[in-house]
């Protein structure tokens, strides 16, 4: 990594990011007081937000075990968000000592603060915050640093867990995708999760879409899918059972607060490169 890379960037304090926002129903971390009174209007309108988000971000540590679990030494994590206790590469390099992980996103929070980290826990060599946009996949499979630690030619695995909800129509997000498919080789993993309110109820319907409208007041708008948009995502990947879910019950390892809430509200799937 080159040291103008580690400059710290100039920050939107004024304009809540997702990254933020997210970072805040997982911790309940503040991170500008200026993000408040939008966090106290998506509570209002979804209670259930940061239970949402703690699923979810639960769903990342069992795809990346079970990524490991097949094999995958290596991991391109896209939206990585900011890092909080149990990132991809401490859950993989705690079960095999060899595994490597380029993370992304385009939120200057999440950049700064995961390139402190890495390099207060001296992982520069094996892992690295890659400034880049899922919405160019040129720009981050030709990284220097993805180049550095990623092997092509053997199986990657592909994170991309909520942050496709990002991605409008308009930037064809199952074209991203298929780009990220054509570079990796057979055996490679992908991991996926996406908001929608399909499976969901009616008054869930409602607070929902009040909530999504929030986000047109943050730096990013959101988009929800249906499950069968989701699935098209997977073209051209074996999705491993139990098939497209929701996050909670992909594999639970553990006991989990389970509702009629958060539970439909976000589908979850990872597949395999034949
Ligand atoms: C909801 S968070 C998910 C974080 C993490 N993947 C997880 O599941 O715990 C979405 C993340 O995607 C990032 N993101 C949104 N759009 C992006 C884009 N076009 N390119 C790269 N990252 C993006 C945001 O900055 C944010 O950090």
Redesign the pocket.
Known sequence: MSSSDFEPRPLDTHKP???RI??HM?TGEVIFESDLPFIHRLYADIPFYPKW?QH??R??ARAVRHMVGAGVRQFL??????P?GGNTHEIASGLAADTRVVY????EE?INRARDLLREQGVLDTTAMVD????EPARILDHPDTQRLIDFSQPVGL?????L???TEA?KPAALVEQFRNAVVSGSHIAM?HVSLEDAGQEIKQQVAAGAAIFADAS?PVTLRTRQQFESFFNGWSIAEPGITYATDWHPDQPVDIDDYARPCNFAAVGSLP
């Open positions: 990011s997702s990254a997210y970072h997982v988000a979810n971000r769903f990342l994590d896209i939206g990585a968000g900011l909080t992304v996103d385009n939120d999440a880049a946009d899922l919405r994170l991309m867990v909520s942050v909800p990002w991605i930037d999760t990013t």
